[in-house]
């Protein structure tokens, strides 16, 4: 006997079950975006393994240990995108969409990382990510997280705090790594293995690590905030007070950072203590430099990407998640000769009437199987098609949730005889109002 098939480890199945939910905040997602203006974009999955190198940064974490990487059949190096603001960039570049325009655009896709797998963090995992582009002003930042804010209320999400800080221009970065690298090379001894691996590569990185024991060390290295540029130390507080004036809470963070080396000016996380050690359900912050970076005009940008994983988990969590649909009708039917004059009849049905969730027992049965099966799916009205109905022209209706009998109505009145005993349903005791 082979061995069973399992899925790979960390790439998950959203099953029907659960599904509902991840639909529900797509759906949320996608109307917000909208009434702030933003477009969708759809790119690839798989992007050559140059783009991320030169956007991400080749010390980076996801670049030197996480990307899935492969030669294809060409002899080029290709990955699987394990963030999606690179592809976006790359997308305006290739096409020509820049030259002072402007952009506002999101995409909804799975991105790849080889990690450890942990409650929250996959190998395969979902992001929404969305991206402003041609604004250099806070203004537009102060929008993009107004908008995060918002669209957690829509989903009834509570308990995240947000965490802003700035990371200044690439001078006043070099200036302050520098002194960061000075610090920790005093403390070297006491440095765990990782941040001794970033000290040489990125030692901003070792401000965000979660090692209990380095977290004394973390607290007395100088700041960034403090080796800011005047035009980043105004750009900061300009968004502050944008926030405050919006009634966004926040929090500064001087030791967050963000994992990719495009980033400048505004960073910020919101942040859970309800999903583990993977504390992050979104994050994101301003890159100007990264668009000139991979070859196009220099224009500034800002953006996020939220966790859907982790966001689905909290809506589920807070109750928040829509129960499963069910079928407005199930049809049982009677007799192996009034099957296809049954499939015939609701398919006219869904013809007049496309927005009814129809379900047709299929595979036969006597009366009792059917109708346990149409208990099941949980709709409130049954159609009985069988011979006996058919040779008289009509089609029986019983209500499955209620205590009424049976009736029957003409073939040809089927719409809106079924309309009818649906809004009776929906209003036992009376005619529905309006």
Request: hydrophobic share 40%.
């Amino acid at each position: 006997m082979s061995e069973q098939l399992q899925a790979i480890r960390g790439m998950n199945d959203v099953l029907p079950s659960e599904i509902g939910a991840w639909q529900h905040f797509e759906s949320c997602t996608r109307e917000l975006l909208a009434s702030y203006g933003y477009e969708e974009i759809r790119v690839p999955v798989v992007e050559r393994t140059e783009l991320f190198k030169r956007a991400i940064g080749e010390h980076t974490d996801v670049v030197g240990k996480e990307m899935y990487t492969f030669t294809d059949r060409g002899g080029d190096s290709l990955t699987l995108r394990p963030e999606a603001t690179a592809g976006i960039v790359r997308a305006l570049i290739s096409n020509g969409m820049l030259r002072g325009a402007r952009h506002k655009l999101w995409c909804l896709g799975p991105m790849f990382r080889h990690e450890t797998p942990q409650a929250g963090r996959y190998r395969q995992f979902w992001q929404v990510d969305v991206e402003a582009v041609g604004c250099a002003g806070p203004d537009v930042d102060a929008e993009l997280i107004a908008l995060g804010a918002r669209l957690w209320q829509r989903l009834g999400i509570t308990g995240l705090k947000l965490e802003i800080n700035s990371l200044g221009t690439p001078d006043s970065r070099r200036a302050y790594r520098a002194h960061l690298s000075d610090y920790l090379r005093g403390h070297e001894s006491r440095l765990d293995a990782d941040s001794q691996r970033r000290l040489g590569t990125n030692p901003l990185r070792i401000l965000d690590s979660k090692n209990p024991e380095m977290q004394e060390l973390i607290r007395g290295a100088p700041e960034l905030t403090e080796h800011l540029d005047v035009e980043s130390r105004d750009h900061f507080q300009t968004l502050c007070a944008m926030l405050r004036e919006v009634g966004v809470s926040f929090q500064i963070n001087p030791r967050l950072v963000r994992g990719l080396d495009y980033y400048n000016r505004t960073v910020f996380e919101w942040i859970t203590q309800s999903t583990g050690a993977q504390n992050a359900v979104c994050s994101g912050g301003r890159y100007d430099g990264l668009i000139s970076q991979l070859g196009g005009d220099g224009t500034p940008a800002i953006g996020f990407a939220m966790g859907v994983e982790r966001l689905v988990t909290l809506l589920t969590a807070a109750g928040k998640a829509p129960p499963p649909p069910r079928p407005d009708v199930f049809v049982v039917v009677s007799g192996e000769q009034s099957a296809a004059k049954a499939l015939k009849l609701i398919e006219g049905l869904r013809t007049q009437r496309p927005r009814l969730r129809i379900e047709l027992s299929f595979g036969g049965g006597n009366f009792k199987a059917q109708f346990r099966r149409a208990d099941k799916s949980g709709a409130p009205l049954a159609l009985i098609v069988g011979e006996d109905e058919l040779a008289r022209g009509v089609v029986a209706m019983k209500p499955l949730r209620e205590q009424s009998g049976q009736t029957e109505c003409p073939v040809g009145d089927l719409a809106p005889a079924v309309d009818a005993a649906l809004a009776l349903l929906a209003h036992p005791g009376g005619a529905p109002a309006g």
